[in-house]
């Protein structure tokens, strides 16, 4: 380590800069939204496995609820637009424009060119939870999703049910594509129900026992049609390992809720991003 500089403290005590001030977000009608859930009719369900996942669609307009059934379990949450693959869920955007977790009246944002809100989320029960004092929080957008080749660098082996691979089927099998061509389209995730954080000493990646329990749910308002696809990970609630059938795993249920006519009068879905797309040329 090189000696620090005589004004070392100064320079560590400049205040933080917000990078993307977000303000000036269109906010979305939570209270439109809750009136039209009141009287929506579930009009589809899945079941996640345990160290499986499973593939879904929701229309715009619908909601979709992810809801802990039997046991502590965290799903990792992959979403496309059901039109074209090549939009999908922009974890990173995600986390710069709301945070490094995700609650109640955020958006879960979709990739360039696009760049508009794929789908808003309109309840979560673990929203009592906040900030713990390691700095964990639930429903993160930090991590990527457990697969076979970072546990192939680490631990060797081949291991077959990482979130990656499990989603890679779901989405192969949902689409009828080969799993060489469904691969490339399973992208970061949204760890839903996932308690996480960085450490303090050194801003390592952790995970920590999920505080879900069943009942627990996380619903979402589509905002454009969707594919999603969702793993049981095989680390269940993530409080010692994954990428292992060490762990205690559990199913995830999805399912899906339609509005009645009229209930989402005034409603549009998002538009593409207005950028131009010319690059400066």
């Known amino acids: ?140 957008v930090i991590g990527t999703r457990c697969d076979p080749y970072t546990h192939n660098l680490l631990s060797g082996g081949q291991y077959h049910h990482c979130c990656h691979s499990n989603l890679t089927r779901a989405l192969a099998d949902h689409t009828g594509m080969s799993l060489a061509e469904a691969e490339p389209h399973v992208h970061d995730v949204l760890n839903v129900f996932m308690c996480t954080g960085f450490t303090r000493d050194t801003g390592q990646y952790f995970m920590k026992a999920s505080p879900v329990r069943p009942g627990d749910y996380l619903e979402l308002f589509a905002e454009i049609d969707l594919i999603g696809a969702l793993s049981a990970c095989p680390g269940g609630d993530c409080s010692a390992e994954h990428s292992s059938d060490s762990a205690a795993c559990h199913p995830l249920l999805i399912e899906v809720f339609a509005p009645v006519a009229g209930a989402l009068a005034g409603w549009n879905q998002p538009p593409v991003n207005g950028y131009d797309r010319s690059h400066g040329r």
């Open 1 to 140: 380590m090189t000696q620090a500089p005589e004004d070392a403290a100064l320079r560590r005590a400049v205040p933080p800069v917000i990078c993307y001030p977000n303000d000036s977000l269109p906010v979305p009608d939570l209270a439109l939204y809750a009136g039209a859930r009141a009287g929506a009719e579930k009009v589809a369900e899945v079941l996640a496995p345990p160290r499986e996942a499973a593939s879904f669609e929701v229309k715009a307009g619908q909601f979709f609820r992810i809801s802990c059934v039997g046991g502590p379990q965290v799903g990792d949450l992959n979403l496309w637009n059901a039109r074209e693959l090549g939009e999908r869920f922009y974890s990173g955007k995600t986390r710069a424009l709301h945070g490094t977790h995700v609650t109640t009246g955020e958006r879960l944002w979709s990739s360039f060119p696009a760049l508009r809100p794929m789908a808003t989320i309109t309840d979560d029960s673990l929203s009592w939870y906040g900030i713990d004092a390691f700095g964990g929080s639930v429903h993160d």
